[in-house]
């Protein structure tokens, strides 16, 4: 009995590590096919929640190898048609009569326009801390960087390994939420 336990436990054990490894390959696959690639296009929806405040607006995005950024806000109205630049050096806003201005977020790492390039740079080089199935996709855990007060990003994606959603926390918060739609490798 004793020996049958211990073969059904190990058959368990086994059986875990081999689906927690196909879900690293998943996760790590994304990685080599974003590095070896010439960039991303997608739609992202931020949801930034400021605690007292949430903001919400949608962009258009592309990066190029090295991970620089160019977007335009296509939602709401009021501030759509803005268009800027995001890269490791910083970022540049391009608009006519409106703006766009959020404070900054996690002791200043991060503004709500600024997150689809915190996501793309992190599924680059970021810390993947682990990998589970969900439905038909794969989430993903992963750290911007190895600082003490880290950006902590789940990372949602689709049967096609493609990223649909994300999450960025701080300090044990929830401060933006991303819908990803239509993400390519170009």
Known sequence: MKRLLALILLVLILTGCEKTGHNLD???SLRTQIVNGKGCTFAVTITADYGDKIYTFSM????DAEN???FTVTQPATI?????????????LT???????????????I??????????????????????SYSDGVQIQLNDSYREQVLSLDVWTNNADAPVSAEIVWDGRRIMSLIIEDFKIL
Request: some cysteine.
């Open 26 to 28: 998943r996760a790590l």
């Open 60 to 63: 258009q995005c592309q990066t």
């Open 68 to 70: 620089n950024m160019t």
């Open 80 to 92: 759509a048609g803005i268009t800027g630049t995001i890269s490791e050096e910083g970022g540049k």
């Open 95 to 109: 608009f006519d009569d409106n703006a766009l201005i959020f404070e900054s977020l996690a002791d200043g790492q």
């Open 111 to 132: 503004t709500p326009v600024s997150a689809p390039w915190v996501l793309m740079r992190t599924l680059r080089s970021g810390y993947i801390k682990a990998a589970g």
